[in-house]
């Protein structure tokens, strides 16, 4: 059955990086987009990015100066990085699988969501 | 693109039929899904395409609408549904609107 898990830092200080894992099992890497959405007490859910089946990523414009998607297809494995870290990026990470190997996508599977706190 | 949903807190009874609105800020030609997060856990698809039932969704649940209006029906309100819903546009990129919670009366 198809499933993701987010792991990461519980724990990030202000200016650092976060770096969160998403690995899957049940369905291959090439033939979805992989999307990566965060969900904070101040803007709630917002889509950060996305990996394509084929490898080239886009990135909401808003995080696009500071935020890096990429994957191991080899491990089943995608990865966020962003930098610059504020407290405002105090949240829940989640990835989730677009239903659709296309831009206009609803999100069919969600990993449990990893919770990062930033903070000095 | 903009997307408003209301009311932002809604209490009902259970078997009651209850009705979740989402207004998108331009036409998202039916692009439009519907979510449920109980707390705790992350958000579950329920209605893509705005109405189309997810596989393995009750069928107490459906969405309709068209243009910038979108509605997500719960036939008969039953005590697990209670959860914050969220709809989603997917026309031009994606946004997210800031949920109803529903809870039961």
């Known amino acids: 059955q198809v499933q993701l898990k987010e792991t990461g830092p519980g724990l990030v200080q202000p200016t650092q990086t976060l770096s969160i894992t998403c690995t899957v099992s049940?369905?291959?890497?090439?033939?979805?987009?992989m999307q990566w959405v965060r969900q904070t007490p101040g803007k709630g859910l917002e889509w950060m990015g996305f990996i394509r089946s084929g490898g080239s990523t886009e990135y909401n414009s808003e995080f696009k100066s500071r935020l890096s998607i990429s994957r191991d297809t080899s491990k089943n494995q995608v990865f966020l990085k962003m930098n610059s870290l504020k407290t405002e990026d105090t949240g829940v990470y989640y990835c989730?699988?677009?239903?659709?190997?296309?831009?206009?996508?609803?999100?069919?599977?969600w990993g449990q969501g990893v919770m990062v706190t930033v903070s000095s | 693109i903009q997307m408003t949903q209301s009311p932002s807190l809604l209490s009902a009874s259970v078997g009651d039929r209850v009705t979740l609105s989402c207004k998108a800020g331009q036409n998202i030609n039916n692009y439009l899904a519907w979510y449920q997060q109980k707390l705790g856990e992350a958000p579950k698809l329920l209605i893509y395409?705005?109405?189309s039932l997810q596989t393995g969704i009750p069928s107490r649940f459906s969405g309709s609408g068209s243009g910038t209006d979108y509605t997500l029906t719960i036939s008969s309100l039953q005590p697990e549904d209670v959860a914050t819903y969220f709809c989603?546009?997917?026309?031009?990129?994606?946004?997210f609107g800031s949920g109803t919670k529903l809870e039961i009366k």
């Open positions: 395409n705005a109405n």
């Open positions: 989730a699988r677009g239903a659709i190997a296309a831009i206009s996508t609803p999100f069919d599977y």
């Open positions: 049940g369905f291959s890497l090439t033939s979805y987009y």
């Open positions: 989603q546009q997917y026309n031009s990129w994606t946004t």
